[in-house]
């Protein structure tokens, strides 16, 4: 049956509810079947290639919203470091880093509810600066809810994607999140589309949802259209709301990235936050699902390093890209 529906996105289809709901129901025992039918789909859209991205923390744990899975939120007593905006120096310093790891796209990421008018100078500078030094770097901003106008500033100056997640289904993310709103998100997602800049959106799953709102996440940004969908498994952060939720066991995350891939077969996937203590030994596995991954570990936590994920990328026979792609 997962054949079946793979052949049929592959010959063209659209991906129903009902498909999709098949994968996130599918039972431990058809892990192979699951991730097999999702690698049909991977092979033929994106080939054996993996995206590396890396990320800089250019603003860290003073952000104002209540996100109840975040450590950088000024709500709640997480001990992250906190440090206002980076300088240019800083960003243009991290790119270098993110070059010397094979990075293919760059993503600056600020914790705020949105970005001030000197941060938004301040990203366009760096890039600028960046792209004359790297010009095949891709170069993603992640600065929260964006103001009329400002979208187009950073495309202006060079910024290839839009970072903005709607982390979950609306249902469910109304239940985690209360000083701004689900369509809040998609709007700045949407801004940055219209901007000419390409969307990355993706969400966090382990956050307490059903897979019911992995279903309506996935669709939701199919909707949207979204180029890259990063795919994070919650990693509870001591001091949080969430601290407490159990995290997904490995087969439970190997099948929602299925989910994503059949209902995003043309969007680059990204297995993101989470990764490493979420699969654990099972790591490998999520590449034949999804074609990019995050090195050198997260915004406020640690992951793997650059030389041991390419190890896993060519030990499991896939392919660092190193395309001037985002
Ligand atoms: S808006 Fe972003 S940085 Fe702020 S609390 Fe929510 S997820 Fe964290």
Redesign the pocket.
Known sequence: MYAEIADKIIAGETPTREDAFAFAKSSDDELLEVLDAAYRVRRHFHGKTVKIHVLQNAKSGV?P???SF?S??MKYNTNVEQYGMQTVDELVKGARMAAASGAVTYCMVT???GPSSREIATVCEAVKQIKSEFPTMGICSSL?LLKPGQAEKLADAGVDRYNHNIESSKRHFETI?STHKWEDRVNTVKSAKEAGMSACCGGILGMGETIEDWVELAFALRDIGVESVPVNFLDPRPGTPLDEKPRLTPHEALRALSVFRIVNPESDVRVAGGREVTLKHMQPLALYAANSIFTNGYLTTPGADASDDYRMITDAGFEPAVVNAT
Request: charged share 25%; net charge negative.
């Open positions: 952000c919203e209540d996100c975040c950088q939120s914790s705020t509810r929260g999140v």
